[in-house]
């Protein structure tokens, strides 16, 4: 009987252990990957939990610079300071480059717009969504 409560002492601290340890990390809980082209984003939807820290893998395998930027609102061609605006994050990479970003997913779930803000991009098609839930 000793060595069940034992058992059952330690399996509650371990599991209070390690709760701890998984919430509080600092680190980035959800990580997506996204490649900027000429002139499309691979893949076009990413989903991602609400409120929580992201971590963006992104790289520009196109010839050109291009953006990686969600909008509060929808943004419309073409793309104008009143666009830029209403970003809510902004990652801009030259053509051949990689980098790793971190940012806060929105807090209210949604479908929120993703767009290249480089003149001429938005209207060429470069568009995708960020779904929070």
């Known amino acids: 009987m000793r060595n069940g409560k034992i058992f059952l002492f330690t399996t509650l601290v371990l599991s209070v252990v390690l709760a701890a340890c998984g919430g509080g990390g600092g680190g980035a809980s959800t990580t997506i990957t996204s490649d900027m082209q000429d002139f499309k984003y691979d893949p076009?939807?990413?989903?991602?939990?609400?409120?929580?820290?992201?971590?963006?893998?992104?790289?520009?395998?196109?010839?050109?610079?291009?953006e990686w930027a969600i909008q509060?609102?929808?943004?419309?061609?073409?793309?104008?300071?009143?666009?830029?605006?209403?970003?809510?994050?902004?990652?801009?990479?030259?053509?051949?480059?990689?980098?790793?970003?971190?940012?806060?997913?929105?807090?209210?779930?949604?479908?929120?717009?993703?767009?290249?803000?480089?003149p001429g991009h938005l209207e060429a098609g470069m568009v995708g969504t960020l779904t929070v839930q």
């Open 44 to 66: 076009p939807e990413y989903t991602v939990p609400a409120g929580e820290q992201i971590t963006l893998e992104l790289s520009n395998t196109g010839a050109v610079e291009h």
């Open 72 to 118: 509060s609102t929808p943004a419309t061609a073409p793309y104008d300071e009143a666009d830029k605006a209403n970003q809510l994050v902004s990652f801009i990479l030259g053509p051949g480059e990689s980098s790793t970003f971190t940012f806060t997913a929105p807090s209210e779930a949604g479908d929120y717009q993703i767009v290249c803000g480089i």
